[in-house]
């Protein structure tokens, strides 16, 4: 086999399509485009948005700002479970989010996030409940009925910028302060 004896698939390539080449190519004078109007000229697309006259979709629609009228990228989400789901454990037991999930209260992946845990329903038994928030009622009845709740700590960033107030917010900063001062007096 040589470089010469090279060929293209039958059928993937197709000759170019000739316009405006004279009557007798069927393709000729108006090359396809019809007579006259926007779409028979040089560079005559019509808009996307364009609906015939019509006003368009996007001024019909209320104008409203925002990053997509929505903050859920930037929202917590809690998943909620109420104190009535608890009584699914027994006495004396650590609830974590993983037993949560193991006992069908919510899917593995919610586990993974923020929990809530609301006062709705009675429990009769004490249990250790670790979550990221709770609601007074349900704090209120999970302590009466002998259990702990414990505060999933949520995970928190150092502040790097100066506030408004221009106090210095960050005790990294206070500390690596203090070390130079050290290194300083010693050297």
Request: net charge positive; charged share 25%.
């Amino acid at each position: 086999m040589k470089l010469s004896d090279l060929r293209p698939a039958p059928g993937s390539s197709k000759p170019e399509r000739r316009l405006g080449r004279g009557h007798g190519s069927g393709r000729g004078k108006t090359a396809g485009r019809g007579t006259k109007g926007q779409k028979a000229r040089t560079g005559g697309k019509v808009h996307r948005a364009f609906n015939g006259g019509q006003t368009r979709l996007s001024k019909r629609l209320p104008f409203v700002r925002g990053l997509g009228n929505s903050n859920d990228a930037f929202r917590d989400t809690y998943t909620i479970i109420n104190v009535v789901n608890l009584e699914a454990f027994d006495a004396d037991m650590l609830v974590h989010p993983e037993d949560l999930a193991k006992a069908d209260l919510m899917t593995a992946a919610e586990a993974q996030g923020l929990i809530k845990v609301l006062g709705d329903g009675e429990i009769d038994h004490p249990l250790t409940v670790f979550a990221h928030k709770f609601s007074a009622s349900a704090r209120a009845k999970i302590e009466a009925a002998g259990g702990t709740v414990e505060i999933i700590p949520t995970k928190t960033y150092p502040q790097t910028k100066r506030r408004k107030d221009g106090v210095q917010a960050t005790t990294a900063t206070a500390t690596a302060t203090a070390t130079v001062a050290q290194q300083d007096a010693e050297g």
